[in-house]
């Protein structure tokens, strides 16, 4: 897997302000209609792998899950080897909350001396600081100045008033403008993202509010473990955290991707207060059949997908990504399946970034180059000729492009279509295309298009046109 970093002529702040301004424009909606039926076989049923992949970047025993704003590692330290994933999350608040820091650091310790009390069935993973940046910068938001609790789209879940916003509440309910110029749009939130995507719960640490709350939609996983934790860690049990509204907050964000989740606030700012949340973890794992689920199957338009995937499509936008096409393929544990403009790709041994998009087909687009209008808003890469620009590489930057569409294998070019010739770009993941009728950038439903295509040549596979 090969990362290639993109210089941006403009700070991100200046970029941030124009996506701002423009939110409506850049803000791109997919038309869902069904534009075919598919015969489906019998569901599959989701096997795990139980073979877990080196990891690189081994330090002291960690891996090195991603980066921060500016390039901090973030770690993860693996207790057990179980199917079931449990995250165990601290420091996202960086330096005023560094007790949860310090208690996940005491954890480590314990664990590593007593691995026994990992439940067979459970792979636990402590990330002791996933705001490194603001432990060092003395803050409670990233270097960006976002606050990571409040900067994911939580617009995916079923509750309409925790919906991210740049304004928010933060702690002791003051209000400033640090959710960030859009959801997800941090570095350290991107982590965080792919990383739980094949979880099967995730405790996020905070303090000092003394008690223990789920997600405001209702999870009735959730609750139990929040109940749990709660009554093992000595803590008091909130169904909502009623000071103030938290918009973009990580657990509600899990809820959109139906993953168990639980904040538990210490009590103090200062104390790691290690015995309480000791048997409070010893409590869930007391409960694993239960509160630490393993992987299950969405269905979505009669199409089984395995729960990581279905995580992926609903947290990097089913609509951008279009429907599913057919179920996954699955070999040793690998499962791609494929979307009208994408491919998906979850790998069950992967210790992380265990869900990615594969390259879509080979696409052919040719026409005059488009030149850069802003100086300012050109990507460019040392090791690739093309460049991105303008409102292709707002979108690329806006949609986390490296992960989604990949290095770009042409210039955006003036191509011919049914109607006037239109701004097309080819990326290694995916294509986009400037869209005059909706004034947006779309993906083409480059996959689809292939598969229609091979249905046409060989009619023995195992989907049809109708
Ligand atoms: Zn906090």
New binding site residues.
């Given amino acids: 897997m090969f990362f290639i970093t993109y210089s941006y002529g403009t700070s991100l702040h200046e970029v941030v302000g124009w996506y701002n301004r423009d939110m409506d424009t850049i803000y791109f909606r997919f038309t869902r209609r069904r534009i075919f039926s598919l015969l489906l076989s019998t569901l599959f049923a989701l096997t795990v792998s139980s073979r877990l992949q080196a990891a690189p970047e081994l330090t002291d025993g960690s891996i090195v899950i991603g980066r921060s704003v500016q390039g901090r590692p973030i770690e993860a330290y693996r207790f057990g080897t179980g199917t079931r994933k449990f995250v165990v999350v601290g420091a996202?608040?960086g330096a005023p909350?560094r007790n949860t820091q310090v208690l996940s650091r005491m954890l480590i310790d314990w664990y590593r001396e007593h691995p026994n009390e990992i439940p067979s069935s459970v792979r636990l993973y402590i990330i002791p600081v996933l705001n490194p940046d603001g432990d060092v910068l003395d803050s409670r938001q990233n270097a960006n100045g976002v606050d990571l609790?409040r900067n994911m789209n939580t617009t995916i879940d079923d509750c309409s008033d925790n919906d991210w916003d740049t304004t928010v509440f933060g702690?002791g309910g003051v209000v400033s403008d640090t959710g960030g110029p859009y959801p997800d749009s941090e570095a350290e939130s991107r982590v965080i993202r792919s990383f739980l995507l094949d979880a099967s719960a995730v405790v996020f640490l905070?303090?000092d509010a003394g008690l223990v709350f789920p997600p405001s939609c209702d999870d009735p996983v959730s609750i139990a473990f929040a109940q749990a934790y709660a009554a093992g860690a000595g803590y008091e049990y909130a169904r909502y955290w009623d000071k103030y509204p938290i918009t973009g907050g990580m657990h509600d964000w899990a809820r959109g991707i139906d993953l168990p989740a639980i904040i538990p606030e210490l009590l103090t700012g200062e104390d790691p207060e290690f015995q309480q949340n000791l048997a409070g973890l010893r409590a869930v794992f007391h409960n694993t059949a239960v509160l630490i689920p393993p992987l299950s199957i969405r269905t979505v338009d009669d199409v089984p997908m395995p729960l990581p995937i279905w995580r992926f499509w609903q947290a990097y936008g089913s609509d951008m990504l279009g429907p599913p096409l057919s179920t996954a393929q699955v070999a040793d544990g690998v499962y791609i399946q494929d979307f009208t403009t994408a491919r998906i790709r979850y790998d069950s041994a992967a210790e992380f970034h265990a869900v990615s998009m594969l390259p879509t087909p080979a696409f052919d687009a040719s026409g005059p180059i488009v030149e850069a209008i802003n100086p300012d808003q050109i990507l460019t890469n040392p090791a690739n000729p093309f460049t991105i620009h303008d409102a292709f590489a707002r979108y690329y930057l806006r949609t986390d492009g490296l992960e989604m569409l990949g290095t770009p294998l042409s210039d955006e070019v003036l191509m011919p279509t049914n109607t006037d010739p239109t701004a097309t770009q080819v990326f290694e993941k995916g294509v986009i295309r400037y869209d005059p009728q909706t004034n947006s950038i779309i993906r083409l439903p480059v996959v689809w298009e292939s598969v229609a295509t091979a249905s046409l040549i060989a009619s023995d596979l195992p989907f049809q046109l109708r």
Avoid: M, Q, R, V
């Fill in positions: 996202t608040h909350e609790n702690a905070h303090s």
